[in-house]
C-alpha cells in the first residue's frame, strides 16, 4: 500500500529534472572564430533587429517549445508580443523579422551552411566544434 505513492513521486521527480536540465538554451554561431561571446542584451537586440552587420540572427517557428525558452529567458516577451512586435516592424518596414526554421535540426544545418548566422540550440544538445557558443542560459 505504501509503494502506491512511491513510483509516481520518482518519476515527477525525473520528469522535473529532466524538464529543468533541458529548459536552458545555448546561443551559438557560425563565425570562424572562438574567442567571441555576446552579452544576453546584444543578443535580444540581435533578434529584434537593433543591431545587424554581419551576424543573421535565425529561430525557431513559433510552438517549438526551444523557441519559447529562448524568448523567455533571453529576449524576455511573450511570443504574441515578439509578433505584435514584428507585425509593426512590417507594417513601417523598418526591419526585418530573423529568419525562421522549423525545427531544431533545421536550425542546426542552417548555421552550419551559413556564415555569420546566430541561432539557439537546447543546453543538452552537442554543438559542433565549427561553431562557436556566444551565450549559455546554465
Given at each position: 500500500?505504501?509503494?502506491?505513492?512511491?513510483?509516481?513521486?520518482?518519476?515527477?521527480g525525473?520528469?522535473?529534472?529532466?524538464?529543468?536540465?533541458?529548459?536552458?538554451?545555448?546561443?551559438?554561431?557560425?563565425?570562424g572564430e572562438?574567442?567571441?561571446?555576446?552579452?544576453?542584451?546584444?543578443?535580444?537586440?540581435?533578434?529584434?533587429?537593433?543591431?545587424?552587420?554581419?551576424?543573421?540572427?535565425?529561430t525557431?517557428s513559433p510552438?517549438?517549445?526551444e523557441?519559447?525558452?529562448?524568448?523567455?529567458?533571453i529576449?524576455?516577451?511573450?511570443?504574441?508580443?515578439i509578433?505584435?512586435?514584428?507585425?509593426?516592424?512590417?507594417?513601417?518596414?523598418?526591419n526585418?523579422?530573423?529568419?525562421?526554421?522549423?525545427?531544431?535540426?533545421?536550425?542546426?544545418?542552417?548555421?552550419?551552411e551559413?556564415?555569420?548566422?546566430?541561432?539557439?540550440?537546447?543546453?543538452d544538445?552537442?554543438?559542433?566544434?565549427?561553431?562557436?557558443v556566444?551565450?549559455?542560459t546554465?
Open positions: 500500500m505504501k509503494r502506491s505513492w512511491l513510483y509516481p513521486a520518482i518519476l515527477t525525473i520528469l522535473l529534472y529532466s524538464a529543468n536540465v533541458s529548459a536552458q538554451v545555448v546561443v551559438v554561431a557560425n563565425l572562438k574567442n567571441t561571446s555576446m552579452e544576453k542584451t546584444e543578443i535580444r537586440n540581435l533578434f529584434m533587429g537593433g543591431i545587424g552587420g554581419r551576424l543573421d540572427p535565425v525557431l510552438g517549438v517549445r523557441r519559447h525558452m529562448f524568448n523567455t529567458l529576449v524576455g516577451l511573450t511570443e504574441s508580443r509578433q505584435s512586435y514584428w507585425a509593426q516592424m512590417r507594417f513601417s518596414g523598418r526585418q523579422e530573423p529568419v525562421e526554421v522549423e525545427s531544431v535540426e533545421a536550425m542546426l544545418r542552417y548555421l552550419l551559413n556564415e555569420g548566422s546566430v541561432g539557439y540550440l537546447p543546453a544538445f552537442p554543438v559542433p566544434r565549427s561553431l562557436t556566444l551565450y549559455s546554465g
